[in-house]
């Protein structure tokens, strides 16, 4: 019978970092000032923590959305890149 190998000692938290790579943290890292700016632009400061992140207690679902549009008619993004804007928003939401 072969030896066991150990467990090592993982926590959930470790798990989370391992999932995303660095170029990925940083993506979404300046997505999120991407939209801080937005928000500070448009009229959406509530939703602003500091210049560069949110507060997701009052950065609401229907400022998320606003955002996006004005991606989409402004910036004409891919659907596939918005997508990567939630992906940020959870990242941070994770944090």
Request: charged share 25%; aromatic share 12%; net charge positive.
């Amino acid at each position: 019978m072969p030896p066991r190998r150990k467990r090592s000692t993982t926590t959930i938290e470790d798990a989370k970092n391992n999932t995303r790579t660095d170029s990925t943290k940083k993506r979404y890292t300046t997505q999120i000032r991407t939209i801080v700016q937005w928000a500070m632009a448009h009229g959406h400061s509530q939703g602003v923590l500091d210049r560069n992140t949110l507060n997701l207690a009052t950065f609401s679902f229907g400022d998320f959305t606003k955002f996006l549009e004005w991606c989409y008619q402004t910036k004409h993004m891919a659907a596939s890149t918005l997508g990567s804007y939630r992906s940020a928003i959870v990242f941070l939401y994770e944090k």
